[in-house]
């Protein structure tokens, strides 16, 4: 048996998985208390807590499939992109981890009127010196947000590591010293994904120490055996395998997509992405182009927006019911939002939504729009329903880009907690893509996928194609 976990912006995920028939055994989640925004525009990671709710999602799945310490084989990891974590070499953190959430770089630092992001792209050599590394960089990718440290002078004195937060929780659980896998390093804005290797000639132009940086692996590498401290806590064996953390994105295509070559996958949390699989490096302006293991890539279109955009309109109605009527409101109004946006026809009688709030990775200036308004579409269920169009419109333009490279793929899959959980954007996404979706059997797919590089790792398969074949399958198909 092997354990998937992934560390989630807002939950942790863990997943026990039977590798011969791909019976997710138990199932676990709790919310990621770990996070905080020490001032406005910043999001930042307390990784000690990270740590303890780590063991404590661990033990809570482990009692809950109810083996013996030794069934469980290895334990892969997964989670969120870009950010980064400063980590001394006894696994011990330096600092608390900034998030890809965090918007610090877009603002200017005192004394100066240039934001420190247009600063760092400057000073690497404008945007076309970026042309290896398969994105642009942004808020919250770990390339900028160690050039805003630098600049502060507020990086920990050495010897200290620049990793990924789910390699520092590799870290943790091994003892071993921070290794990423290009999966995670190509989220940083400074990693050359042809070469597999980081763009040194960026970092000299922007004085980041080489010593900062940690060495990369490989997909399926098995880092080190869980610590025994750790083991006897969790319920587990000392020494249990723990393999090298991939991307969350990466992972969940791998624990979403049967027949990935064939497939496009959206994946919707709290941010969202399409995805697909390419056998070639391809360059192409607002899309992402990540590293896929056994030398493959994945196309990337992926928004700021997702379930963090119905979020802010939940606020502004609950704000109203508070502010406007001195009601109590409920802390969760999404199933009622759903409820009122299914009672308004498709196209919102013309209320047209970008659900850009925070912007977009190609322009962080961008901000969200309602239009289009009448007498007619001014209503809660209207707005909530022009949201969640909205966001399958921007989708679907990302599509559009990668359309001429890609081709058309005949399977459309949605994963991740917003399409499970809200039907109607299952239903507009189909819709919008005028095809079905196809909704994977096993939940917390990106934990899934963790738990087949686990398995590949172990020698249980022979690449992630094979483990799909065998393990995946979907449970629902949403008509258009």
């Known amino acids: 048996m092997l354990i998937g976990l992934d560390i989630g912006t807002t939950s942790l995920s863990a997943v026990a998985l039977d590798p011969a028939t791909g019976r997710q055994l138990a199932h676990q989640m709790i919310a990621n208390t770990a996070g905080s925004s020490p001032a406005p525009g910043r999001a930042e990671l307390d990784l000690p807590r990270l740590f303890d709710l780590t063991v404590h999602c661990l033990t809570e799945l482990v009692a809950q499939a109810d083996l013996l310490p030794s069934a469980i084989q290895g334990i892969g990891v997964t989670g969120q992109q870009h950010g980064v974590a400063l980590m001394r070499p006894d696994a011990i953190p330096a600092r608390p981890a900034i998030t890809w959430q965090d918007l610090r770089v877009q603002q200017p630092l005192p004394g100066t009127d240039t934001p420190v992001l247009e600063r760092f792209i400057a000073t690497a050599g404008g945007q076309e010196a970026f042309g290896n590394t398969g994105c642009l960089p942004a808020a919250g990718f770990l390339g900028p947000s160690l050039y805003w440290l630098t600049l502060q002078n507020a990086l920990p004195d050495p010897p200290v590591t620049a ?150 309109l939940q606020r502004f109605f609950q704000q109203v019911g508070a ?12 199933t009622r939002m759903t409820e009122l946006a299914t009672t308004a026809p498709a196209g919102s009688d013309g209320l047209h939504c970008e659900p850009f709030f925070t912007g977009s990775r190609v322009d962080p ?116």
């Not at 400074?190 to 922007?206: G, P, V």
């Not at 295509?253 to 969202?272: E, H, K, M």
């Not at 995805?275 to 196309?299: C, M, V, W």
């Open 163 to 312: 990793c990924f937060i789910p390699d520092a929780v590799v870290s943790f659980l091994t003892g071993a010293p921070p290794i990423s896998e290009p999966t995670l390093a190509a989220s940083s804005g400074i990693f050359d994904i042809r070469a597999n290797r980081w763009e040194w000639t960026l970092l000299e132009r922007l004085r980041l120490p080489d010593r900062l940086f940690p060495p990369v692996g490989q997909a399926w590498d098995v880092v080190g055996g869980l610590r025994r401290e750790l083991a006897e806590k969790i319920g587990l064996t000392p020494g249990t395998a723990v393999t090298i953390a991939l991307g969350d994105n990466q992972a969940s295509f791998i624990g979403s997509a049967q027949d990935p070559a064939r497939s496009l996958l959206l994946n919707v949390g709290t941010g969202g992405q399409i995805s697909a699989r390419t056998d070639k490096f391809h360059f192409i302006p607002g899309l992402e182009n990540r590293p896929f293991p056994a030398g493959q890539y994945l196309l990337i279109g992926g928004g700021l927006f997702g379930g963090r955009s119905y979020a802010y």
């Open 323 to 334: 502010q406007l009527l001195d009601a109590d409101t409920p802390i969760d109004l999404y």
């Open 365 to 480: 200036a961008l901000r969200a729009s309602f239009s289009g308004l009448s007498p007619d579409n001014f209503t809660p269920g209207h707005f909530a329903r022009a949201l969640l169009e909205g966001m399958a419109d921007g989708f679907y333009a990302f599509f559009e880009r990668m359309k001429p490279a890609v081709g058309t793929r005949p399977l459309l899959v949605g994963a991740g907690n917003g399409v499970r959980r809200n039907r109607l954007l299952a239903q507009i996404l189909a819709r919008r893509f005028g095809m079905p979706l196809l909704i994977p059997t096993r939940t917390e797919e990106a934990a899934v996928g963790a738990a087949i590089a686990a398995a590949i790792g172990l020698g249980l398969f022979a690449d992630s194609d094979t483990a799909a074949a065998a393990l995946l399958d979907y449970t629902q198909t949403v008509d258009p």
